[in-house]
């Protein structure tokens, strides 16, 4: 037990973090704004063409895509977690940026499966310009995508300067040897 408790606390407490703060504030939308009613504090109703609190229901994927196959996006999603988990002890201990990004991901896809499971849909409400509005779990997608994007393009840059440095050493070492 706890070998298990070693191998899965970052990901379990990073994704925990985010799954109740979803939750949380999903939770505070659904209790306290009608759907499809938006919500903004008068000392921000500036923001309003550009950001706001709506109540909007999704049967689809994150961002509104595919409406009404939430079933599928269920089974994805147990499929997706169980995948995290069986993959996440294997990645090295220094790459912070995957288990980050595995972190947040994991994060998201719980947050808008317990939505889905208990409302039937998920519950979205962070309305920003005309983009498809969206809540904290797919944020955390989102943003866990990002996170695995830039790690990549760093450990490339970082594998690529090392093997730059080693041909340069070889070569100073062998002009010594002449």
Do not use: C
């Amino acid at each position: 037990m706890k070998k298990v408790f070693q191998r899965y606390w970052v990901i379990l407490t990073i994704a925990l973090v985010i799954v109740i703060f979803d939750q949380w504030t999903k939770s505070w939308v659904r209790a306290n704004i009608a759907p499809g009613a938006t919500w903004l504090p008068d000392s921000l109703a500036w923001l309003s063409p550009y950001a706001r609190i709506v109540h909007w229901y999704n049967t689809g994927a994150a961002f509104g895509m595919f409406k009404d196959a939430s079933m599928v996006f269920t089974v994805l999603a147990f499929i997706v977690i169980g995948a995290i988990i069986f993959y996440y002890p294997q990645v090295e201990q220094n790459d912070w940026a995957l288990r980050l990004a595995l972190s947040m991901q994991l994060g998201g896809a719980i947050g808008n499966l317990i939505d889905r499971i208990r409302i039937g849909h998920v519950t979205d409400f962070i309305s920003v310009g005309n983009f498809p509005v969206f809540n904290i779990a797919d944020a955390s997608i989102s943003t866990g995508a990002a996170v695995l994007f830039l790690g990549v393009l760093i450990q490339e840059r970082a594998e690529r300067r090392a093997k730059a440095n080693l041909a340069a050493s070889e070569a100073a070492s062998e002009n010594n040897v002449e």
